[in-house]
């Protein structure tokens, strides 16, 4: 019980220095003091190397499901919502997508979750109530 309340509150502090909370364009955590920002993460996507792709999308993913287990233990309302299946290479066209029609200077753990929250809204009855 004790591991399992110290690993939530973990996530959440996780989840809100990187800027994993919605956010719109304007909301997006600045780059300053992150791993990686949207920027470097489009250099990835948008490249014709294999192994820059697949840092893209293992970074895409990892962001999916750390999202996905926030929602699943209750501590985020749900924000994607792409259906049964999430294909990799249509996430990485989504955030592509996104990254090149917006600023890339905010972290891209913010965009990430942008491109996908626009991508794959969820319905009414999907969220949790506050």
Do not use: H, W
């Not at 780059?31 to 697949?54: H, M, P, W």
């Not at 929602?71 to 090149?100: F, H, M, Q, T, W």
């Not at 600023?103 to 979750?113: D, K, L, P």
């Amino acid at each position: 019980m004790r591991a399992t309340i110290a690993l939530k509150s973990a996530m959440l502090a996780m989840m809100l220095a990187g800027g994993a909370a919605q956010a719109q364009d304007d909301d997006a955590t600045p780059s300053s003091g992150v791993f990686r920002t949207g920027e470097e993460l489009y250099a990835n996507c948008s490249s014709q190397d294999e192994a820059e792709i697949k840092l893209c999308q293992e970074y895409i993913m990892g962001v999916y499901d750390t999202v996905t287990y926030m929602k699943d233990i209750g501590v985020i309302n749900p924000s994607i919502c792409p259906g049964d299946v999430a294909v990799a290479e249509d996430l990485r066209d989504k955030v592509i997508a996104y990254l090149e029609t917006n600023n890339r200077a905010y972290s891209a753990v913010s965009m990430v979750i942008n491109a996908l929250t626009d991508a794959y809204p969820c319905a009414a009855e999907e969220t949790v109530a506050e």
